[in-house]
């Protein structure tokens, strides 16, 4: 539990250490990342952060069907949020094709993608999340028919609850295998779906999957999101 401040940067400089030692160890580090108030606030700081940048390799989990220019793109807002950065100039982007026609096309295409350079099942390196106050992460809703996909990386998404209802998502294998997952939560919206994820071992939320089955986790959340808590971690669970 900290300040939005501190878990960005306390969230940069752990991804810094698994960079390094990644690229270390095979020559390049693989991380995909959220949208939303968590790219506000981590990916400025995370963009300035001592990564090696050139052997870094960035995926979406997922993305609105609308154009990079759009307000609502994750990606664009990502190149907004780390223009002029060493991240901006050196690392490898790989953004969802969202705005092309089909999008069943687009997310084979993408999970090819993904597969050409994590494997199958998908093991990025990290993967970076937010929360929805419906517990959702990445697109994947509760009670979509996207939750029990295990058959493929990336999922078209036609009817989202939340707007626009267009949208490719990773699935949550590959929000789950990767080897470090952090799960960032902000505001008191967070509070009730994040002591569910934590304390409900019953919570079939997107979220709760992810903290129960990931590898190794790291849920971070401000002080107004782990206000519903009994035992507030901040760290690895």
């Known amino acids: 539990m900290g300040t939005r401040e501190s878990i960005a940067v306390e969230v940069a400089e752990r991804l810094a250490e698994l960079a390094q030692a990644a690229v270390a160890a095979r020559g390049v580090f693989t991380m995909a990342i959220a949208g939303g108030s968590v790219a506000d606030v981590c990916l400025p700081v995370l ?4 990564l090696p940048w050139g052997a870094v390799h960035i995926f979406w989990v997922d993305e609105r069907a609308v154009p990079i220019t759009h307000r ?16 901006a100039g050196e690392a490898v982007l790989h953004p969802m094709p969202a705005n092309q026609p089909g999008l069943e096309r687009a997310a084979t295409q993408y999970a090819a993608e993904i597969t050409a ?12 999340l937010g929360v929805g106050e419906d ?8 009670h979509h028919r996207e939750l029990s996909r295990t058959d493929v990386s990336a999922l078209a998404v036609s009817d989202s609850p939340k707007a626009p209802a267009r949208r490719l998502t990773v699935s949550l294998g590959v929000l789950t295998n990767a080897t470090d997952t952090f799960v960032v939560a902000f505001g008191a919206g967070k509070a009730g779906v994040m002591r569910q994820a934590l304390e409900t071992a019953s919570s079939h939320l997107p979220v709760a999957l992810v903290v129960r089955g990931a590898r190794r986790v790291w849920v971070m959340m401000d002080g107004e999101a782990a206000g519903g808590l009994v035992n507030k971690p901040t760290s690895a669970v």
């Open 47 to 50: 963009a300035n952060a001592a």
């Open 72 to 87: 609502d793109s994750n990606a664009g807002q990502a190149m907004a949020l780390w223009k002029g950065s060493r991240l």
């Open 117 to 128: 350079f994590v494997g199958f099942p998908a093991e990025f390196d990290a993967v970076l």
């Open 135 to 142: 517990g959702h992460v990445a697109s994947l809703f509760p």
